[in-house]
């Protein structure tokens, strides 16, 4: 999925949602993984104008995510054993 911004939005809003949908993803038992990097390479160019009218994005954006969902092939049985007895509270 592609989350991104008109220019009359806010810039953190494609990262807001782009956020709730991995929690969305996780919550059905999917992995998630956050693409940042991406989104340069279909801001310009023509092969990126025919890119965004195929898929119907409207808007060139300077900020946007994509978020990869999909089943893991790997099943943790246990996790990490931390202690907390070196943490201290700052007053």
Do not use: W
């Amino acid at each position: 999925m592609f989350f991104y911004g008109s220019p009359y939005a806010d810039p953190a809003d494609p990262i807001v949602a782009a956020t709730y949908a991995m929690l969305a993803g996780e919550s059905l038992g999917l992995g998630t993984c956050m693409l940042g990097a991406v989104h340069p390479f279909i801001q310009n160019g023509k092969k990126t104008r025919i890119f965004r009218e195929k898929y119907g994005i409207k808007y060139p954006s300077h900020e946007g995510l994509f978020v990869i969902f999909g089943y893991s092939n790997v099943h943790y049985k246990k996790g990490v054993k931390r202690t907390f007895a070196d943490i201290h509270r700052v007053r």
